[in-house]
């Protein structure tokens, strides 16, 4: 269905030539002379580029409708990664360009989202809080409480990522899979 430039917002998912794209930001103008346009920033949901585009207004813009399914990853063999759907139980594999920088926070059993565009997997996204276990790190010092500072630790994923002092091997901790930073330690 085609689009008006008065309907693109944040968050809307359209086609252009051929890419899907997410608007990130718009901006409507209506200047004293002359015809309405639209500035919007869109990111390609294939490889996460950002690129700003002006619509004029008399464009039609292509919706693209993006469906979003639950997957539970199961294992990876060699660049592809394999992933369970939860409604039909099928087998989805997804190459490791697919996954980008997600892929160092995959553990055994996660569930993941995945937006599908006609029935190819444009991208994954993990939950945004994860609790790893800490597999390797340097031991802390007696009063490293009391100081602020980092370390680098390996977690069972096999990411590295900065945490403080105080944490320790078997430490459970929370990672924001977004950023690839420590939230807190937890207790299980």
């Not at 590295?160 to 977004?178: C, E, G, H, M, W």
Request: charged share 25%.
């Amino acid at each position: 269905m085609a689009l008006s430039i008065n309907e693109i917002k944040t968050g809307l998912t359209i086609l252009v030539d051929d890419i899907v794209f997410m608007v990130i930001d718009s901006q409507h103008i209506k200047p004293g002379k002359g015809a309405a346009f639209c500035r919007a920033k869109l990111r390609n949901l294939k490889n996460n580029n950002v690129l700003e585009r002006t619509f004029r207004g008399d464009e039609k813009i292509e919706e693209a409708y993006i469906e979003e399914r639950k997957l539970q990853y199961q294992y990876s063999s060699g660049e592809m990664y394999h992933f369970m759907d939860n409604e039909n139980y099928e087998d989805v594999a997804i190459s490791q360009d697919g996954m980008g920088d997600k892929a160092k926070f995959l553990k055994d059993n996660i569930e993941v989202t995945a937006y599908y565009y006609k029935g190819d997997v444009l991208y994954v996204n993990l939950p945004n809080f994860v609790v790893y276990k800490i597999v390797h790190t340097e031991p802390g010092i007696k009063g490293d409480t009391a100081k602020s500072g980092t370390k680098p630790a390996t977690i069972d994923s096999g990411a590295a990522i900065q945490v403080p002092l105080f944490v320790d091997v078997n430490d459970s901790i929370k990672v924001d899979t977004r950023t690839g930073s420590y939230v807190e330690r937890v207790n299980q």
